[in-house]
């Protein structure tokens, strides 16, 4: 499998960005879809996840209300669009696959793979 993240940019404090991330390859093998993000000096942050196994979406909470995730099921993408973006925001955010349907293991990035080379989102105040 192979993921392709894109959309990322400089940006406002306040204003909105769309990143997107096609999926490629064997990807009848994917159950989740998850967004994460990596800050200098930091570790890779769990943003949201779309399951297409129950066709449901997980959040942070540190973005819940602000970011929401959709998908493209003939794209095999999902997009995250993000609003009222802060400072804290400003990561390299990063798409990834797993086969893993439990929610409890969303937040840790070793449960998934196939990561995309990421996109910058950088915002300014």
């Known amino acids: 499998v192979q993921m392709v993240e894109s959309g990322g940019g400089l940006v406002q404090a306040g204003g909105s960005l769309r990143l997107s991330c096609a999926a490629s390859g064997r990807t009848h093998s994917i159950y989740t879809m998850g967004w994460f993000r990596q800050a200098p000096g930091k570790e890779r942050e769990f943003v949201g996840a779309?399951?297409?196994?129950?066709?449901?979406?997980t959040y942070s909470n540190s973005v819940k209300g602000r970011f929401t995730i959709s998908k493209d099921n003939a794209k095999i993408t999902v997009y995250l669009l993000m609003n009222s973006l802060k400072r804290e925001d400003t990561a390299i955010y990063y798409c990834?696959?797993?086969?893993?349907?439990?929610?409890?293991?969303?937040?840790?990035?070793?449960?998934?793979?196939?990561w995309g080379q990421g996109t910058q989102v950088t915002v300014s105040s």
């Open positions: 779309y399951s297409w196994s129950d066709d449901t979406i």
């Open positions: 990834g696959e797993t086969s893993v349907t439990r929610r409890d293991r969303f937040s840790d990035p070793g449960w998934f793979g196939s």
